[in-house]
């Protein structure tokens, strides 16, 4: 039976907590979530270098017990914001993206036409986005109000500004056990600055070498100290010009297909209009009176262009789109402290962001349906392209994006038992609003503006006589705006919570004092996506929008939950670690409560070397918008097993994989209710030496394993269950029961147009929903080198190297199913293996900073052998000019490295979305100290 939190079992909870509380008082040191690090700089340095060396105790994320050894039983990465700074990056994504656990690939403004084109997601171990818990200071921060692909819940890195962060923590491993839900891949913490004194103002201008993308930041970031009081500001002022696919030479039209070469290029059908009852060949098409094809494209050169195959070819379709956004974001950080007299403190912290941005994807397109047109007397069928200078320019029909977000947190801290015993009570709140306005045509309008009223029906075919003359000749941008509306959706994200933390040592063993640290937590998770009316597949008003479905969706649930920790020193080499947690959850799945648990050992056998090892169970609760997602629409691809077998064929024949097969059909999805936590368990084994003075090396290998992962109901699942269902056998010829309750669920999801000439029983639509279904696991390899030398006259030298090899990636699409090794799958794109590495020298007055990233090879697009590596460099100079003023400038992708070449890729843009078209970027810089 399902308790409220608010019962028995919450007080049960409350009482365990209490216990661990009033252990007996030992000597012990406040865990404040990563924001102490901050008051040893050292640590921070350190901590990236890989190195055995003790420090003064500070807590570093993974856990929330204080530690003086910089390396503990499971790896952690550093990015500092000094490192931010020498490497030349604008922002903590572009710098976080070559770290090397992120071997996964996202959606990003490359694929405007995904979902969210203006948000920023990383993927660590290739799990997906939602896979690694996103920390500010510690604490959980509200979502992208958009799903990320109108699925799942992620948070977006893009509205994070650089001048308020002192560094970023990447803990790689599961670690639902200090954390909670999402941590199954790892945790990446970002610490904000405090304790700044002074003002610094950084001013920093670029542009590309091949056109557009020109970009301005302002940063101003100060501090100020008074006898009990403290306060540290930031301020950012980001703002990017767009850039075009038609400004890149290389993917700025279909002649730029690596396959067919300039001559032979295929380009989409700019206009044509069909009969039907005749076919599907040229001789079925129907031009103006007295025109032939070359003619009929002449009235919209030079964009449209007669082309091999006989028809009007658009060859800069879809080069219209964005590659890169046109965004103004502005934000602001407010850190602050009061020391009372009785060694209370109290502090708090606001973070509020504003972005604006255009985003475009490509020029828009219209296909009317089947229609019957009295006056040609046949089925007609159309498709009919909309070039930019129709519709008033590139510019005039993009989508507005416009973004506000603000997080806000206090609470006090302070010590019990003769400072023995250290506690933080912290309270926050954190939102993030999103608003769009996205040009599309009016259905009706558009309709009516070539083919006029219906007349009629001629069967299943609505009656139309088209005015042919109108539908060939060029729109003004006048006449193509009044067939425009604006489809305007706002979403909504929230999160509220509130903690309790104390942490310290519990006693004395031989060996050392046993740590302990325990946490309360209470939160609420809020969501609303409001799509625009119209969208909405099951809408019956006046005024649809044309080939434009959204995901509507809303809901709330309450969590709570109890954790401890503890590090015990068994001998002096040899510590271990323990934690336990548990998360209820009030919403309305069957979800309802998850116990985690963590163990680690370190081992240090001599000074210089830690052997580690760790073991950590993991949980996901379903995503919000898994659950709530109210019905919407889609299109996708989908194998049509039922037909290729009806046909005679085996279901694993090439001819089931071709067109005839194999085609797009819409689909209806919505969120599902029954759904239950994903489980992960993953463990870790390396060592970390430190070889000799300034030189250390770490290598770890992890395991990760994921069951019960959320995702819609597989298509290859679902149609081979249909195909089976409707022909009485599997593919085996076992017989199969077609009155079953299986076969009525299957069947009754898809729905087929009949059989009659032209539709021959293809699917007309489908429906989806999530579930519980797949089974991931990956494991690899994460080595690092670092090397400090310092000398009396050349200056200081710091090298570094990282290496992240993917050893097995296995996955099973749904139960019953094979499961495959897809690390070497054709089929596979994220990548096997990732490289960075950095060389920084400092001498007097002058920095310069060499760094670069491989990323290794990818499947081609044909799927039949492999793509080269990509690599590159960056190089980053600073001079200090006076005691307070210093100039820079940095070259990110110093040789204009572009995608590998991929022959057989014949498909627009032409290489694989993880590549980045913008090519070389120059950035000059000026830093002016005040104080």
């Known amino acids: 039976m399902k308790v409220h939190a608010w019962g028995v079992k919450r007080h049960q909870l409350t009482a365990a907590l209490s216990a661990a509380l009033l252990m007996p008082a030992c000597g012990v040191a406040l865990a404040q979530e990563g924001q102490e690090a ?79 084109p203006n948000a ?7 799990l997906g986005p939602g896979y690694q818990l996103i920390l500010i200071n510690g604490r959980r921060t509200a979502d992208y109000p958009m799903p990320y692909n109108s699925q799942s819940n992620a948070v977006n890195l893009a509205n994070i500004p650089a001048a308020a962060i002192e560094r970023v923590e990447v803990l790689s491993g599961g670690a639902s056990a200090i954390y909670g839900s ?15 004194d002074g003002d610094e103002f950084t001013l920093r201008g670029g542009t590309t070498t091949r056109g557009g993308g020109d970009s301005a930041r302002l940063q101003w970031v100060g501090g100020k100290t008074g006898e009990k009081w403290n306060l540290t500001y930031a301020f950012e002022y980001l703002s990017r010009e767009e850039i075009f696919a038609s400004q890149r030479d290389f993917m700025d039209s279909y002649r730029d297909d690596p396959k067919a070469g300039p001559e032979n290029a295929t380009a989409t059908i700019g206009i044509r209009l069909r009969n039907r009852s005749i076919g599907t060949g040229l001789n079925a098409y129907v031009y103006p009176d007295g025109e032939d094809a070359a003619s009929t494209c002449a009235r919209f050169a030079p964009d449209f262009e007669l082309e091999k195959r006989g028809v009007c070819g658009y060859f800069g379709y879809p080069a219209t789109q964005e590659i890169r956004n046109s965004d103004s974001n502005l934000s602001a950080y407010l850190y602050g402290t009061y020391d009372f007299s009785n060694g209370l403190q109290a502090f708090a912290q606001l973070s509020a962001s504003k972005a604006d941005a255009k985003i475009a994807s490509a020029t828009q397109f219209w296909q009317p349906g089947l229609f019957y047109d009295p006056n040609i007397d046949g089925i007609l069928d159309g498709q009919r392209i909309f070039t930019p200078n129709e519709g008033g320019g590139l510019e005039a029909n993009q989508t507005k994006v416009n973004e506000r977000s603000i997080d806000v947190a206090a609470g006090l801290r302070g010590s019990l038992f003769n400072d023995r015993f250290d506690w933080e009570a912290t309270v926050s709140h954190a939102r993030y609003k999103l608003e769009t306005s996205q040009p599309r045509f009016l259905e009706n309008k558009v309709r009516d503006y070539f083919l006029g009223p219906q007349l009629g029906m001629a069967g299943p075919y609505p009656v139309h006589e088209i005015n042919i003359d109108r539908y060939f000749s060029p729109l003004s941008p006048d006449t193509f705006q009044s067939l425009i509306t604006k489809v305007k959706t706002d979403a909504e994200s929230e999160v509220s919570q509130a903690s309790f933390t104390i942490s310290g040592d519990l006693f004395e063993l031989p060996a050392g004092p046993v740590g302990i640290a325990a946490v309360i937590e209470g939160a609420r998770q809020k969501y609303e996506l409001n799509p625009d009316p119209r969208i909405d597949p099951n809408y019956a008003g006046s005024e649809p929008i044309y080939n434009l479905t959204g995901t509507g969706g809303g809901g709330e649930r309450d969590r709570y939950a109890i954790g401890v920790e503890l590090s015990i020193p068994i001998f002096e080499p040899l510590k271990a670690s323990l934690a336990g947690r548990y998360d209820k959850y ?108 300034g030189m250390s090396v770490s290598m770890d290998y992890y395991n990760i394993k994921l069951e019960g992962a959320v995702d819609d109901i ?114 596979y794109f994220n990548f096997r293996s990732r490289i960075n ?21 990818l499947p081609n697009w044909e799927e039949t052998g492999r793509i080269g590596s990509y690599v590159i460099w960056n190089l980053a100079v600073q001079k200090e000019i006076t005691e307070k003023a210093t100039i820079g400038i940095a070259v990110n992708n110093v040789f204009d490295e572009l995608h590998p070449t991929d022959n057989s890729y014949n498909t627009y843009p032409f290489f694989w979305r993880a590549y980045s078209p913008i090519g070389r970027e120059v950035f000059a810089s000026f830093k002016y100290k005040f104080n």
């Not at 920023?120 to 290739?126: C, E, Q, V």
């Not at 790892?186 to 904000?192: A, E, P, Q, R, S």
């Not at 379903?622 to 049509?640: L, N, R, V």
């Not at 001498?843 to 090879?857: A, I, K, P, Q």
């Open 38 to 116: 901050q008051a040893n700089p050292q640590a921070t340095s350190e901590a990236s270098s890989s190195s055995t060396t003790q420090l003064d105790k500070v807590t570093v994320v993974g856990s929330r017990i204080k530690r003086a050894e910089i390396e503990g039983p499971t790896p952690v990465t550093v990015i500092t914001a000094d490192d931010i700074e020498k490497q030349g990056f604008s922002t903590v994504y572009d710098a976080l993206t070559t770290l090397t656990q992120f071997t996964g690939t996202v959606q990003n403004e490359l694929n405007q036409s995904g979902f969210t």
């Open 837 to 857: 590495w950095e060389v920084n020298w400092e001498l007097d007055d002058w920095t310069v900073n060499l760094n670069g990233y491989r990323w290794g090879s």
């Open 586 to 693: 009030d919403d309305v799945t069957d979800v309802n409560g998850a116990f985690t648990w963590s163990a680690g050992l370190e081992y240090r056998p001599v000074e210089s070397l830690l052997l580690r090892g760790g073991y950590a169970t993991s949980f996901r609760a379903p995503d919000m918008h898994y659950i709530f997602a109210e019905e919407s629409g889609f299109f996708t691809q989908i194998p049509d097993e039922y037909r290729c077998r009806r046909d005679g064929h085996n279901a694993t024949d090439d001819i089931c994989q071709t067109a005839a097969y194999t085609y797009q059909v819409f689909g209806l999805r919505r969120g599902s209710k029954d759904l239950e936590e994903e489980e992960g368990k993953s463990y870790t084994a390396g060592f970390v030496w430190d070889v000799i003075d």
């Open 714 to 827: 597989n298509t290859g699942y679902l149609f081979r269950e249909e195909a089976a269902c409707r022909l009485g056998t599997d593919r085996a010829g076992n017989p199969v029961d077609p009155n079953s309750s299986s076969c009525q669920f299957f069947t009754g999801l898809v729905t087929r147009l009949g059989v009659d000439e032209i539709n021959d029983d293809e699917v007309d639509f489908y429906r989806s929903f999530p579930i519980n279904q797949a089974m991931l696991k990956t494991s690899g390899i994460d080595a690092r080198w670092r090397y400090r030398l310092d000398t009396d006259r050349l200056g200081q030298f710091n090298f570094g190297l990282g290496w992240t090899h993917v050893l097995k990636m296995e996955e099973q699409l749904f139960p019953g199913a094979e499961i495959r090794n897809i690390r070497d799958d054709k089929q």
């Open 182 to 196: 999402d941590a199954v891949a790892g945790v990446v913490n970002i610490v904000m600055k405090t304790n700044f």
């Open 120 to 126: 920023s997601f990383l993927n660590l171990r290739g």
